[in-house]
C-alpha cells in the first residue's frame, strides 16, 4: 500500500471512525522503553480560544455497555467530561465514555 493512499483513506473517515481505527491500531503497542511501566498511546484533541490557553481533550470511545448497538458514524465529538478517576478531559461522541488513559467509564454532558 502506498503511503498517499493510506493517508487519503485515514482523511475519509469520520472522527468517529478515526477514534476507531486509532485506537484499533495502537493496541497493546507501549510507547515507553521501560518494560516494567504501563503505558499506552492516546488520541486527543487541541483546542486554541484567543486569550486562553490551550485546551486538550483525551477522545474517547463511546461506552459499549450503554451503547451495545454502536454509534453512528458520523456522530460528532460533542460530549465532554472528565473521568473520575484520573481527572483527564475527554471529549466523545456519546453521553457514555470510556476514559482512553485509565479505562473508567465518563459521564459527558
Known amino acids: 500500500m502506498r503511503e498517499s493512499d493510506a493517508i487519503a483513506w485515514v482523511r475519509s473517515l469520520s472522527d468517529k471512525q478515526l477514534a ?5 491500531a495502537v493496541a497493546d503497542r507501549p510507547y515507553s ?15 486554541l480560544v484567543p486569550d486562553d490557553p490551550w485546551d486538550v481533550d483525551l477522545i474517547a470511545l463511546h461506552g459499549p455497555d450503554e451503547y451495545p448497538g454502536g454509534w453512528d458514524d458520523d456522530a ?26 485509565c479505562g473508567a ?4 454532558t
Do not use: M, W
Not at 460528532?76 to 488513559?101: E, F, M, Y
Not at 467509564?105 to 459527558?108: A, E, G, H, S, T
Open 20 to 24: 476507531e481505527f486509532f485506537y484499533r
Open 33 to 47: 522503553d521501560v518494560p516494567e511501566h504501563r503505558s499506552q498511546f492516546v488520541l486527543c484533541g487541541a483546542e
Open 76 to 101: 460528532p465529538l460533542c460530549q465532554s467530561g472528565t473521568c473520575g478517576d484520573c481527572n483527564r478531559n475527554v471529549i466523545s461522541v456519546a453521553k457514555h465514555a470510556i476514559c482512553p488513559v
Open 105 to 108: 467509564k465518563v459521564y459527558c
